[in-house]
C-alpha cells in the first residue's frame, strides 16, 4: 500500500505527469524486489542469500530451494494475474467510462466463477485442470450475456454496467444452487472462490502467459483508440472510429483477460477496480501510460496479497481475495465518495 | 421505441437465461456423487479384514510400490519422517508404532484423540487439512507423505515434488477404506508387519467389543453431528455407522441416496425412528438444544429409551482411522450395555 | 416522451409509468387473491413432509397436539409456515421503505449490503463466542446490517437527495461482496459443519421453531406498525423532496426513520432465517405493477406479498434435492436474480 501512498504524494507535485518513465521505472523496480522480498515470506526461515541462489540455481540450502521453487510460480502467477486484471480493468473502465467498472461488475467473476464451481461440484471424477477453460469460457459467456442484454440500440455503458451487476448476481445464485446441491466439498469450493494462489505451480503460469503475452501489447498498441472513445460516442463518431466495433473488441480483451485470471487463481476481487484508478491518479487519464501503469499496481496489489497472506498467520494461509477485499473495500469506498463530489 | 429487433435480441437474450437456467438444473440432476472405490467390502480378504485391492505381495521389498487413489507411487527404504495431511493417518502412523512430523491439524492441535496424542509426540502443524502450509511440509524434509485423494488432489503434484506421496479417501473414506488405506501406508512405511499384527488385534478387540453386545440386537443407532443451523446423519456406508456395524449396530438411513452424509430435520429425523442417537455436537448451542425443547423430540425411539448420548465429535468424526474405530466402538459398548 | 434529468426528481424513476392512485376494486382484487394464494400455501406447507399426515388432522393439531402426527404439525411445521410468512413479510417491507428513503428502484436490502452486513457480524460473533445465539444476535445483526447499510448510502450518496441508481449498486454491490468474502472466510478456517455454512451463505426457514419467532416478532411488529404509520410521508417524499419540503414534510427525519426500520427489519429477519435473497427487490417490484405506488396500499400488501414468496420458495425448494431439503434462498435467489436483470434493464440510462 505504501507504493500508493508514495505515488500520491508524488502526484502533487506532478512529477508523475512530467516524467511518467522514471516514475513507471521505480513502480517496476519497486514491484521485483517486492517479489524477492516476498520469496523470503512465510513459515519457514528462507534467507535472502537462499532466495538469490535459488533463483540463480545456485545449490545452496536445498529445503530453502525447494520453497523457492515452489513460491516461484506464485509470485509469477501473482505478476500475471495482477496484469491481467489491473489491465482489464482499466480497459473496462475506459470503454464504460465509468469510474467504478471492473471485471467483477460486467459478469466476468462470478461467471467465471460459476463454470469453475460446476465443474468443481457438479461432475466429481473431473480432473483438476478442466476447471480452467471452463473457468474461461464462463466469463466469456456471461460478458457475452451482459453485453447482449445491455444492448439496445448500441450498448451504454452506464446500461452495461447495470446490467452486468444483476447478472452478476444471477450467476452467484446458480453458484450457491451449485453448492447447497453438492454440499461435500464446500470448503474446497469457498477457497477457490474467495480467490488464492494456494497451491499453483508451474502450469497455472503457463495457462495464462499467453492471454497476458498476446493481449497486453495489443491494448497497449490501441490505448490512443481507448483516449479516443472517452470523449464521448459522437465525437469519436466524428473523429472516424467505428465506436461499437472499437468497444466491442476492447472489451472482449478486456473479458478474456479477467477470465484467464479468474481461472487460474479463483475469483480475486477488486484489483481490476482499484489498480486503474491509483494508475490514473498517478499518470493521468491518457491510457498509454495509464495502462501499463495499472498493470503494474494490480502485481503490487497481487504480490502483497499473496505475501500478506502467507505471513500473517503462518502456517495457516489467509486467501489472498480476502486480503485484496480487505485492501480494496476501503480504498473503493473512499473512491465513492471522492467520486461523488 | 420497441422496434421489431430488439424484441427479437430480447428473446434471445431471455432464451440464453432460459438455457443457462436448465443447462443448470440439468446437470444438477444428473449429478450423483460417488466416492471413491470400495467394493470389496465384504469379501475375505489376505491381511486380516482388508480388502484384496491392497497389494499386500509388496511387503518387504526395498522398494515397493503402493497402489493409492491417485496412483502408484514407488517407496524405497523405511520412511522415518511422514507429514500427516488427515487426521485418519496420524492414527495409521501411531497404529505402527511411528509419529508424525508434521500434521495438518487445522492450527488446533485438541482435535488429535488423547488415544493417540501422548503417542504422537512433537510435531510441526502444517495449517489447514483443506490448504496445508507446502513451504512448512518443505521444511520438514519429509521422506513420506500421506494425503486425502479428495482434499488434495488438486496439490498431489506439488507434494509429490517435495516426497513420494500417497494420497486415500479420509474425509469421505468409509471403514473399509480406511482399514485399506491404513495397511497401504504401513507397506509405504515398510511396516507391514507391524500393521498386520495391529490388524489381527484390532480384529480381535472388535470382536471382544462385539461379543459383549447381545447376540440378538436389533436396535438402530443413527450417527449425527449437530451445530448451530444443521443436523448431520450418516448413512450405513459411512464411516461411523461402519463401525458401530462390526458391532452388530445398524444405521436406521437407508443406504441408497448415494450421499455421504443427510441433513436432517426434526421430521426427517422423527420419520426414522432411531432407537439409539449419537449426537456429536459443534461448541456451542445447537440446533438439539432447540428441538430438545419440543414434544416431538420426545416421540424419537432413543430420547423415549433414554439412549441418546453425547460424543465428542473428534473421535466420532473427525479421526476416521483404525485406533480411532476401537475408541468409537469401546465407548458404544460402554454407553449402550455399561460394560 | 419526458426526458429523465437530475432536476426531475425521483418519482420519475421509482415508477416509470407514475400512478400514485389506482381503483379500489383493483387493490381488492390483488388482497383477495394474495390471501388466497397465502391460505393455500399455508395448507400446502402444512401437508407435506416426510410423514404422510392427512389434512383432516389439521384443526386438531392446531388447537391442542397429542399424537405425533398432530405434534409434527404443530411443532415442526407450523412454526416454519408462520416463519417464512414473517420473514417474507419484513423483508419486502423492508425493501419497498427503502426504494422509498433512496428514491431508487434498485434499493433493497440484498443489494444495498444490509443483508451481507447482518450475516457477517452475526457469523464472527458466533465464531469468536460459540455460545452466542437466539435474541443477542439479532441485536448483533441490527449493528452489522446498520454499519453496511448506512455506508453504503453516505458513500454512494455523500448525503446528497438522488443517488443514481448506477452510483447505489454499484456501492452495495461492491460492499456487499466484500462481506461475503470476510464472511467466507471466517466459514473456511472455522471448519465446522457444512450445514451450518450453507445457511449463513444462502438462508432458509429448515429449521424454524417457535423460538425463532418470538426472537423476531417484537421487531417484526414494531417494523411493521412504523412503516405503515408513514406510508403518507412515504408517498409525499416520492414527489421529490422539495415538493414534500413544501408540504411540510420532514424529509430527513423521513428518511431517517425509514432507514432505522429498514435496518430493524433486515436485522431481525437475517439473524433468524440467514440472507434469503432478493424478497426486497422483487416482492415491491410485482406489486408496484399491479396496485401502483401508494404506499398506503403497497406497505400492507409487500408485507403479504412476501410472506407468500417466501413461503411458496421453501415449499418448492424441497422439491430441488429430495428427500432432502435445501435452503429456500437458493429458490428465491433463483427467481429474483432474473428479475433484477429485467429491472436493471429497464432502467432509463443517462451518462
Redesign the interface.
Known amino acids: 500500500m505504501s507504493a500508493a501512498i508514495v505515488a500520491q504524494h508524488v502526484r502533487r507535485t506532478s512529477l508523475a505527469q512530467r516524467y511518467p518513465g522514471i516514475l513507471m521505472g521505480s513502480l517496476g523496480v519497486l514491484a521485483v524486489v517486492l517479489s524477492f522480498y516476498s520469496l523470503s515470506v512465510g513459515a519457514t526461515d528462507v534467507s535472502m542469500t537462499d532466495v538469490f541462489n535459488a533463483v540463480i540455481g545456485n545449490t545452496g540450502d536445498q529445503a530453502a530451494q525447494i520453497v523457492v521453487q515452489f513460491q516461484l510460480p506464485r509470485v509469477l502467477l501473482a505478476w500475471l494475474v495482477g496484469i491481467a486484471l489491473g489491465v482489464s480493468g482499466a480497459v473496462m473502465q475506459g470503454v464504460i467510462r465509468n469510474p467504478l467498472a471492473a471485471p467483477d461488475v460486467v459478469g466476468v467473476t462470478k461467471g467465471a466463477g460459476f463454470a469453475g464451481m460446476l465443474l468443481l461440484l457438479a461432475i466429481p471424477g473431473m480432473p483438476v485442470v478442466a476447471v480452467v477453460p471452463a473457468a474461461f469460457a464462463g466469463g466469456l459467456a456471461a460478458a457475452a450475456l451482459v453485453y447482449l442484454l445491455a444492448y439496445r440500440r448500441g450498448a451504454t455503458p452506464v446500461r452495461i454496467a447495470l446490467v452486468g451487476i444483476a447478472v452478476s448476481a444471477a450467476f452467484e445464485a446458480g453458484i450457491r444452487f451449485l453448492l447447497v446441491r453438492n454440499p461435500l466439498d464446500v470448503s474446497a469450493a469457498l477457497i477457490w472462490l474467495t480467490g488464492s494462489l494456494f497451491g499453483r505451480s508451474m502450469s497455472s503460469v503457463l495457462e495464462i502467459l499467453p492471454w497476458v503475452l498476446v493481449l497486453v501489447p495489443l491494448i497497449v498498441v490501441w490505448s490512443r483508440r481507448l483516449d479516443v472513445l472517452g470523449l464521448g460516442d459522437d465525437l469519436a463518431a466524428g473523429l472516424g472510429e467505428p465506436v461499437e466495433r472499437t468497444r466491442r473488441l476492447l472489451l472482449l480483451f478486456a473479458v478474456a483477460l479477467a477470465a484467464a485470471a479468474v481461472a487460474v487463481s479463483g475469483t480475486i476481487g477488486f484489483v481490476g477496480l482499484i489498480a486503474p484508478h491509483m494508475a490514473r491518479r498517478v499518470f493521468g487519464g491518457k491510457h498509454v501510460a495509464s495502462i501499463p501503469a495499472a498493470a503494474l499496481f494490480g502485481v503490487l496489489l497481487m504480490i502483497f496479497a499473496d505475501m500478506l497472506g502467507r505471513g500473517l498467520a503462518p502456517p495457516l494461509e489467509i486467501p489472498a481475495g480476502l486480503v485484496t477485499a480487505v485492501v480494496g473495500g476501503p480504498y473503493f469506498l473512499y473512491l465513492l465518495v471522492k467520486t461523488g463530489k | 421505441m420497441s422496434?421489431s429487433a430488439?424484441k427479437v435480441?430480447r428473446a434471445?437474450?431471455v432464451l440464453?437465461?432460459t438455457v443457462?437456467?436448465a443447462v443448470?438444473a440439468g446437470?444438477?440432476a444428473?449429478?450423483s456423487?460417488?466416492t471413491g472405490a470400495a467394493p470389496n467390502a465384504d469379501r475375505a480378504a489376505a491381511a486380516e479384514g482388508v480388502s484384496p485391492d491392497v497389494n499386500l505381495d509388496q511387503c518387504g521389498k526395498p522398494a515397493r510400490t503402493v497402489k493409492h487413489d491417485l496412483g502408484t507411487t514407488t517407496i524405497s527404504g523405511s520412511p522415518a519422517k511422514v507429514v500427516a495431511l488427515e487426521y485418519s493417518f496420524v492414527d495409521a502412523l501411531v497404529a505402527v508404532g511411528m509419529s508424525p512430523v508434521g500434521v495438518a491439524d487445522?492450527?488446533q492441535p485438541e482435535r488429535i484423540i488423547p488415544a493417540l496424542r501422548d503417542k504422537v509426540g512433537e510435531y510441526?502443524?502444517?495449517?489447514?487439512?483443506?490448504?496445508?502450509?507446502?513451504?512448512?511440509i518443505?521444511?520438514l524434509?519429509p521422506d513420506l507423505i500421506v494425503a486425502d485423494s479428495?482434499?488434495h488432489?488438486?496439490?498431489y503434484?506439488?507434494l509429490s515434488?517435495?516426497a513420494p506421496t500417497i494420497a486415500f479417501a479420509s474425509l469421505?473414506g468409509n471403514y473399509q477404506q480406511v482399514l485399506d488405506s491404513e495397511m497401504s501406508t504401513a507397506i509405504a512405511l515398510d511396516k507391514c508387519d507391524e500393521m498386520k499384527t495391529r490388524l489381527t488385534e484390532h480384529a480381535k478387540v472388535m470382536a471382544d467389543l462385539k461379543a459383549k453386545a447381545p447376540a440378538d440386537e436389533s436396535r438402530t443407532a443413527l450417527f449425527v453431528?449437530a451445530?448451530?443451523?444443521?443436523?448431520?446423519g450418516f448413512p450405513a456406508k459411512a464411516y461411523t455407522p461402519g463401525v458401530l456395524e462390526v458391532i452388530g449396530i445398524r444405521s436406521p438411513l437407508p443406504d441408497d441416496?448415494g450421499?455421504?452424509?443427510?441433513?436432517l430435520?426434526?421430521?426427517?429425523l422423527?420419520?426414522t425412528k432411531p432407537d439409539v442417537m449419537f449426537i456429536a455436537p459443534?461448541?456451542?448451542?445447537t440446533?438439539r438444544d432447540?428441538?430438545a425443547?419440543?414434544?416431538?423430540w420426545r416421540?424419537i425411539p432413543a430420547v423415549k429409551n433414554n439412549t441418546t448420548f453425547d460424543v465428542d465429535p473428534n473421535e466420532w468424526s473427525r479421526s476416521r482411522g483404525l485406533i480411532a474405530a476401537e475408541v468409537v466402538a469401546q465407548e458404544a459398548v460402554e454407553l449402550l450395555y455399561g460394560k | 416522451m419526458s426526458v429523465d434529468t437530475a432536476a426531475q426528481p425521483a418519482q420519475e424513476a421509482v415508477h416509470q409509468r407514475p400512478k400514485i392512485v389506482t381503483s379500489k376494486q383493483r387493490v381488492t382484487w390483488v388482497s383477495l387473491a394474495l390471501l388466497v394464494l397465502v391460505v393455500a400455501g399455508v395448507v400446502w406447507g402444512l401437508s407435506i413432509g416426510s410423514q404422510q399426515i392427512s389434512l383432516s388432522r389439521l384443526p386438531g393439531a392446531i388447537v391442542r397436539a397429542d399424537e405425533p402426527d398432530e405434534l409434527i404439525i404443530q411443532s415442526i411445521r407450523l412454526p416454519r409456515v408462520v416463519l417464512a410468512l414473517c420473514v417474507g413479510a419484513a423483508l419486502a417491507v423492508a425493501g419497498a421503505l427503502m426504494q422509498a428513503v433512496a428514491a431508487n428502484p434498485l434499493a433493497a436490502p440484498e443489494i444495498m449490503g444490509v443483508n451481507a452486513g447482518a450475516v457477517f457480524v452475526v457469523v464472527l460473533a458466533i465464531t469468536v463466542v460459540p455460545s452466542l445465539s437466539g435474541a443477542p444476535t439479532i441485536l448483533l445483526a441490527f449493528g452489522g446490517a446498520a454499519a453496511a447499510g448506512v455506508s453504503v448510502m453516505l458513500l454512494a450518496g455523500s448525503g446528497r437527495g438522488r443517488v443514481s441508481p448506477v452510483r447505489l449498486a454499484l456501492a452495495g454491490v461492491t460492499a456487499s461482496s466484500l462481506l461475503i468474502s470476510l464472511t467466507q472466510v471466517l466459514i473456511i478456517f472455522d471448519e465446522n459443519s457444512t450445514d451450518s455454512v450453507l445457511f449463513w451463505l444462502v438462508g432458509g426457514v429448515n429449521f424454524a421453531g417457535w423460538q425463532d419467532i418470538r426472537n423476531l416478532l417484537p421487531w417484526l411488529v414494531l417494523g411493521l406498525i412504523g412503516a405503515f404509520a408513514m406510508a403518507r410521508s412515504l408517498n409525499l417524499l416520492a414527489l421529490g423532496d422539495d415538493m414534500a419540503r413544501g408540504l411540510g414534510q420532514n424529509v430527513e427525519r423521513t428518511r431517517m426513520t425509514g432507514s432505522a426500520l429498514v435496518i430493524v427489519l433486515c436485522g431481525a429477519a437475517v439473524s433468524v432465517a440467514g440472507p434469503v435473497a432478493f424478497i426486497g427487490l422483487v416482492v415491491p417490484h410485482i406489486l408496484r405493477r399491479l396496485v401502483g405506488s401508494s404506499y398506503t396500499v403497497l406497505l400492507p400488501l409487500c408485507s403479504i406479498g412476501g410472506g407468500a414468496l417466501v413461503l411458496y420458495a421453501d415449499i418448492s425448494s424441497r422439491y430441488v434435492k429430495p428427500p432432502f431439503e435445501v435452503p429456500a434462498g437458493v429458490v428465491t435467489a433463483l427467481i429474483g436474480a432474473p428479475i433484477f436483470v429485467y429491472l436493471a434493464r429497464r432502467q432509463k440510462v443517462t451518462s
Do not use: M, Y
Not at chain 2, 265 to 268: G, I, K
Not at chain 2, 293 to 296: N, V
Open positions: 422496434h430488439t435480441r434471445v437474450a440464453a437465461l443457462t437456467a443448470l446437470c444438477g444428473a449429478s456423487p460417488s487445522d492450527g510441526k502443524s502444517v495449517g489447514l487439512r483443506a490448504t496445508p502450509n507446502i513451504q512448512v518443505t521444511a524434509k479428495g482434499r488432489k488438486a496439490i503434484a506439488q515434488k517435495i469421505n453431528r451445530s448451530d443451523k444443521g443436523f448431520t441416496s450421499e455421504a452424509s443427510v441433513s430435520t426434526l421430521e426427517t422423527v420419520a459443534n461448541e456451542g448451542p440446533l432447540t428441538w425443547k419440543s414434544p416431538l416421540e
